[in-house]
């Protein structure tokens, strides 16, 4: 499974931004599909997951603030953000689950600043 990530950039505190990550390889053997952030100096956290089958999952920090979505026949998950601040700035990832292993994407930067 390969993952290729979109949509980060510079944005205001108080923005929004919307980010695209597409697909490719073996997409049968998805279970679900996420994002994670890692900010300079910190842990990788998981954002949000949507699996297959089942609720869609978001971190504590989220706070209603981001929606994940798929289009499946784009083979891509999206991930909605708004009332960014600065502490979500980070490098974001796409993430795969299979029942064998997880897949990352290179990471899409998000700086949230004025």
């Known amino acids: 499974v390969q993952l290729q990530a979109s949509g980060g950039g510079l944005v205001q505190p108080g923005g929004s931004l919307r980010l695209s990550c597409v697909a490719s390889?073996?997409?049968?053997?998805?279970?679900?599909l996420g994002w994670y952030r890692q900010a300079p100096g910190k842990q990788r956290r998981m954002v949000a997951h949507?699996?297959?089958?089942?609720?869609?999952i978001y971190g504590d920090f989220v706070r209603g603030r981001f929606t994940i979505s798929r289009d499946n026949a784009k083979n891509t998950v999206y991930l909605e953000m708004s009332s960014l601040g600065p502490e979500d700035s980070a490098v974001y990832f796409c993430?795969?689950?299979?029942?064998?292993?997880?897949?990352w994407g290179l990471g899409t930067l998000v700086t949230v600043s004025s």
């Open positions: 390889g073996d997409i049968s053997s998805i279970n679900g």
């Open positions: 993430n795969a689950l299979t029942y064998v292993r997880a897949f």
């Open positions: 949507m699996p297959n089958r089942g609720d869609k």
